[in-house]
């Protein structure tokens, strides 16, 4: 099957009791039993609940793995997968990542004793240099948050492979419209639902996907034993989204490509910094690895000046200022003081991350009113 025919009907089967079409909302935390042990496949609403088994279903479908399993924020899903890992071993990952995921290697899983490593992966010299013998997974975020960097992940994953080290790849900014990391042979696909996936800024949710079976095992076991699961009325939100999945992505992406070559052409701009720019150091890595290019894209004002920039975040009207990203609204994110406020500035200085960066989810309204807002914005 292809993208929009799964995206519409992946995972979702009419409801056996009534034929209803679209998966109902299970809001049930138990399920009667026969007798004991004897039952329908559902205990205790942790474990399974049929909601999110349909969701789980077409997400495994969206990124081409045998195995979904949702957790209750795209955080307990990197959670969930940091679980996996013991005292000693360590773990490299993308120096310019989401803030968030930073903050749980740092805060949470260091004191445990994991080891993190937080390289620039444009350069698969630094990677080389990183592993060693300790190494037991790879964090790609790719392309990476704030900066849209663009990491190669065929290149990390055969390092991976050759030495038995998981791959992981957060793949929230692309989504799998644009990009299948399983393809690329990567372990476990990481979301972030509550982004493109939930797509209508509704619901928090995260996701794991996988073809490894001993992998999906143990997911799925820290799933119910740690019980950061999301509800069947969150799951129904996102099975609802899903299903337009691949025409917003489609509009995502001619309406970031037509405000990245206008702001690359506003006088007051300095840098953009978007994929589909042949400008972009990753335009052509990016041209190979994904099937356009998104809808994320940041800027920087001529002369860095701190003030300049609140001005114009303020100014926006069309564009909300606010954390998130990938709903069809249009949205606008100082990265600095929001989402990567949790590194700490002389971290983000030096992966590029200027005080000065604004950061744009461009949405899927009509992009003449969206360049008008910053044509009014940036003055
Ligand atoms: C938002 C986000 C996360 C965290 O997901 P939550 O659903 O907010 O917990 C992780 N990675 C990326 C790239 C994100 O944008």
């Known amino acids: 099957m292809k993208f929009a025919t799964k995206a519409i009907h992946a995972g979702v089967e009419p409801d056996p009791t009534t034929g209803a079409i679209m998966t109902p909302i299970y809001q049930t935390s138990t399920y009667v039993q026969e007798s004991p042990g004897k039952h329908k496949g559902y205990e205790y609403s942790r474990t399974h609940n049929p909601t999110r088994t349909a969701l789980q279903n077409a997400l495994a479908a969206l990124e081409n793995g045998k195995h979904g399993i949702c957790y209750a924020s795209g955080l307990a899903a990197t959670d969930a997968v940091l679980k996996l890992y013991r005292p000693g071993d360590e773990i490299i990952a993308t120096n310019d990542i989401y803030g968030g995921t930073y903050r749980i290697m740092k805060r949470i899983y260091e004191p445990f004793c994991l080891t993190f490593k937080f390289v620039d992966m444009s350069n698969m010299a630094n990677i080389e240099a990183a592993v060693s013998e300790k190494t037991k997974m790879i964090w790609i975020e790719t392309p990476t948050n704030p900066l849209l960097k663009i990491v190669d992940i065929k290149a990390i994953t055969s390092i991976c492979r050759k030495r038995g080290i998981h791959s992981v790849v957060d793949n929230t900014f692309a989504s799998?419209?644009?990009?299948?990391?399983?393809?690329?042979?990567?372990?476990?696909?990481?979301?972030?639902?509550?982004?493109?996936?939930?797509?209508?800024?509704?619901?928090?949710?995260?996701?794991?996907?996988?073809?490894?079976?001993?992998?999906?095992?143990?997911?799925?076991?820290?799933?119910?034993?740690?019980?950061?699961?999301?509800?069947?009325?969150?799951?129904?939100?996102?099975?609802?989204?899903?299903?337009?999945?691949?025409?917003?992505?489609?509009?995502?992406?001619?309406?970031?490509?037509?405000?990245?070559?206008?702001?690359?052409?506003?006088?007051?701009?300095?840098?953009?910094?978007?994929?589909g720019l042949p400008a972009h150091p990753g335009h052509e890595l990016a041209s190979r690895q994904m099937r356009g290019y998104g809808g994320m894209l940041s800027f920087e004002l001529k002369g860095d000046v701190y003030d300049e920039a609140v001005k114009t975040m303020e100014n926006l009207k069309v564009f909300s200022l606010g954390e998130s990203l990938g709903g069809v609204e249009s949205l606008c994110t100082h990265p600095a003081s929001m989402t990567h406020a949790s590194i700490p500035k002389e971290e983000r200085l030096k992966t590029g991350l200027k005080d000065t960066l604004i950061r744009l989810s461009v949405g899927i309204e009509d992009v003449e009113d969206l360049i008008a807002d910053l044509e009014q914005a940036i003055g």
């Open 176 to 275: 799998p419209y644009l990009q299948n990391p399983l393809d690329m042979e990567a372990d476990i696909v990481m979301h972030s639902v509550t982004k493109y996936l939930g797509g209508h800024s509704d619901t928090v949710m995260g996701a794991l996907v996988t073809n490894d079976d001993a992998l999906a095992k143990e997911l799925a076991f820290i799933q119910n034993a740690s019980g950061a699961v999301p509800g069947p009325q969150d799951c129904f939100l996102v099975l609802r989204g899903l299903k337009t999945l691949h025409i917003r992505m489609q509009r995502h992406c001619e309406n970031a490509m037509e405000v990245a070559k206008w702001l690359e052409a506003h006088p007051k701009v300095s840098k953009v910094y978007y994929p």
